[in-house]
């Protein structure tokens, strides 16, 4: 057997009567497709349901299984202890995906487990499916921070681990869509929920899981989704498979989207290598933007492989601009890895002799000495995005007013603390935002008394 069908599903606790008290009522047509699914799975018979959850447990760079042999939980924390739980675990299946995992290195493992009680976005889905359907073990995996491109290959693992061990598979993918859809919504509105919910409903009701990785970091951020990571996993048990798709339902009257679809394999299909095709697409356009690249990136590139290959700092190169040569200025070099910083130093003002010298010492420290990351490895290099900002004449202001976001970048001190921020940032869009995270990067307070300064930068991409 396989994974003979996925489902993505959301997970708001008020959908459970005894949470709700009432409130359910305002998302019937949820309700609907959730008791539609349920019937699906309870027709299906599985031996086991996988369920993905962004309210399991956690990590950075790391995917999180439930370890053990049963599992428990309830809604007490929604006051409805009433509604509770008791699941085995597919403890085979569950240890197979993690040899899988183990044999080619991929971070994922039964490490860290710090709360052995399922959470809601487990159980609101398992509510439905317990009514239809008492039979089955489960599967609890947590998301992570990991590349978009690393949840489908987790994906991936699952369908080669459940197809090892011959397993009657259901995958459910658990996950509210935006939470920013309405003005009166917990979370307000910002113009990205909508379009967040309108474009995945429709890739989802296509089957079009390619169209799954096209989703920017900061635009997901910004949309305030929950469900994206989970959603490209059930994707990946699918790679190389015809699936037919349905969507049952789409509803954002809380201001939270709530999707519901129906996936069912239908067959091998080669073209829907969606990882691969994602992978050649983006070391084409990555291979692109380094042949485009100028003097400047190209030689902060060069420091940061000579360093992370050999170790030692890059001897000056001999065919440089003299601009780089003559002149002294600040520079940072800030790295990428799939969208994501991955390490960014720079000084304000010149410490050496020259900005070609600045750019390969804080090269090295982007790579090395950021103490926000680890140190970049080799195989990692294939895969970074580099840029080099040369500052400016820093200016004092004596207001905010002064400040262009797009222009000029942030310079926040308080005593002998110092907080930078670059300017054109992704993501950061208002002078309030530039400011505040220049202010807690330097650790200063909100309330204390600070001054500001700008400067504009030279980009070199």
Do not use: W
């Not at 489908?152 to 995958?171: F, N, P, S, T």
Request: contains cysteine.
């Amino acid at each position: 057997m396989s994974v003979i069908a996925g489902f993505m599903v959301p997970h708001p606790p008020l959908i459970v009567p005894a949470v709700g008290k009432g409130e359910e009522r305002k998302i019937v047509k949820t309700i609907a497709s959730y008791e539609e699914v349920a019937r699906q799975i309870a027709e299906l018979k599985p031996d086991t349901i996988i369920i993905s959850s962004p309210h399991s447990i956690m990590y950075a760079d790391y995917f999180h299984i439930s370890p053990g042999k049963h599992a428990s939980g309830s809604f007490k924390r929604f006051r409805a202890p009433e509604v509770s739980f008791e699941e085995e675990y597919d403890s085979e299946l569950r240890d197979k995906i993690c040899e899988l995992s183990d044999n080619i290195d991929f971070p994922c493992g039964i490490l860290g487990e710090k709360d052995p009680e399922l959470d809601h976005g487990t159980m609101v889905p398992l509510y439905f499916i317990r009514q239809k359907y008492s039979k089955g073990k489960i599967i609890r995996l947590g998301l992570s921070g990991l590349p978009i491109s690393d949840h489908y290959r987790i994906g991936m693992i699952i369908k080669q681990a459940v197809d090892d061990l011959d397993r009657k598979v259901v995958y459910v993918a658990s996950g509210d869509l935006s939470h920013k859809l309405q003005e009166y919504g917990p979370y307000g509105f910002a113009k990205e929920g909508p379009e967040y919910d309108k474009r995945i409903m429709d890739a989802a009701s296509r089957a079009a899981f390619g169209e799954m990785f096209d989703f920017s970091e900061d635009f997901c951020d910004k949309a305030a989704e929950c469900g994206h990571r989970s959603f490209v996993i059930m994707a990946g048990c699918f790679d190389g498979i015809d699936v037919e798709a349905k969507a049952l339902s789409h509803e954002d009257v809380t201001g939270v989207g709530y999707g519901i679809c129906t996936f069912y394999p239908k067959g091998k299909d080669e073209n829907r290598r969606f990882l691969d095709q994602y992978e050649i697409k983006r070391e084409a356009e990555l291979k692109k933007k380094i042949d485009n690249s100028d003097a400047y990136v190209r030689l902060a590139r060069s420091a940061v492989e000579y360093y992370v290959i050999h170790r030692k700092r890059l001897p000056l190169p001999d065919d440089l601009p003299e601009e780089m040569l003559n002149r002294k200025a600040g520079a940072f070099v800030s790295i990428h890895k799939f969208g994501r910083l991955r390490g960014c130093i720079g000084t304000i003002m010149a410490t050496r002799e020259n900005v070609a010298e600045e750019i390969i010492s804080n090269g090295i420290s982007a790579s090395s000495r950021d103490p926000r990351f680890d140190p970049i490895r080799p195989d990692e290099l294939k895969d970074l995005e580099i840029n080099v900002d040369v500052l400016g004449e820093i200016e004092d202001i004596d207001s905010a007013e002064q400040l262009d976001v797009k222009r000029y970048g942030v310079i926040v001190s308080c005593g002998s603390r110092r907080g930078l921020l670059l300017p054109d940032l992704e993501g950061v869009d208002t002078i309030e935002e530039q400011i505040d995270i220049a202010r807690e990067k330097g650790g200063i307070g909100k309330n204390e008394n600070y001054t500001l300064q700008r400067f504009e930068v030279i980009r070199h991409y």
